[in-house]
């Protein structure tokens, strides 16, 4: 079974994706549709670093193991349930 990976993103998309489709399930959402592309990921890009909705939707990252911040540092996503999980957090 192919691993399952969100990417948060406000309209805009990082390039290069069309090949990790191919070894993978891509999942696109906005911060509207996240908790819904969530159920089953395994893992999370984040393309759209400042939103709020990894939190909002954090009820929902039941198999999540992995999230990747595309930017500099990790202080805009972190929450206490993020930091007290097994989620993997990388940038």
Known sequence: MAPVLVVLHA???PDGL????????????TADTLGDA???ADALL???FFS???ESAWPRCGSLK??????????SLMFDD????DV????
């Not at 069309?18 to 959402?29: C, F, G, M, N, P």
């Not at 992995?66 to 202080?75: R, S, Y």
């Open 18 to 29: 069309d090949s990790v489709a191919e070894v993978a399930d891509v999942r696109y959402a």
């Open 38 to 40: 969530l159920d089953g």
């Open 66 to 75: 992995w999230i990747h911040i595309a930017a500099a540092g990790v202080d």
């Open 82 to 85: 993020l930091v007290d999980s």
């Open 11 to 13: 309209g805009d998309l």
């Open 46 to 48: 984040l393309w759209d």
């Open 52 to 54: 709020p909705a990894v």
């Open 88 to 91: 993997i957090v990388t940038n």
